[in-house]
């Protein structure tokens, strides 16, 4: 294939649009939910996570500040609004909030999902794995969001600050 923009739109090598996600978290015995947008990582997460080395900040919130927009695609946070610099008062974005925002920018792009290969595995016969272990289904864990509650059993739309 050349390398051009015609040949690279054919491929999808272009992040496109930010995708709309549905995001819950728990904070002090009450589930919020909230819609937000994700960028899958791109140009935009590249330049942060140089600048984030470089200038020895935050990687992780540079990584949430590069990927969380909104709907046009504009940041959200800056890495001071996530780490708590931006206002000490107001401090650092919640834990569970940071974990499932994490969790949702994985799942945009694609991370800790296996690539498959376009030339397959060759089969050995002297494997020592036992077609047992082989056929029985894999133990994952769920995921730790979108399925809790405050204490009292009822949802929040998140719009008051508790």
């Known amino acids: 294939m050349q390398l051009s923009i015609d040949n690279l739109k054919q491929q999808g090598a272009f992040t496109g649009a930010p995708v709309e996600k549905t995001i819950e978290w728990t904070q002090d015995g009450e589930t919020f939910t909230a819609t937000t947008y994700v960028r899958a990582m791109s140009y ?3 330049v942060s996570d140089i600048a984030s080395a470089r200038n020895g900040s935050d ?13 046009e695609g504009k940041p959200v946070f800056t890495v001071a609004d996530i780490t708590g610099d931006a206002d000490p008062e107001r401090g650092a974005l919640n834990g569970n909030l940071t974990m499932e925002l994490l969790r949702v920018i994985g799942e945009v792009t694609g991370l ?12 050995s016969s002297t494997s020592s794995s036992s077609t047992a272990s082989a ?12 399925t809790r509650k405050s204490a009292n059993g009822q949802r929040t ?6």
């Open 59 to 71: 990687a992780v919130a540079g990584r949430i500040a590069a990927c969380i927009c909104d709907a």
């Open 44 to 46: 935009h997460t590249a």
């Open 135 to 146: 056929a029985a289904p894999s133990k994952k864990r769920g995921s730790a969001s979108a």
């Open 112 to 123: 800790g999902k296996n690539r498959t290969s376009s030339t397959p595995k060759p089969n």
């Open 157 to 162: 739309d998140g719009s008051t600050a508790g």
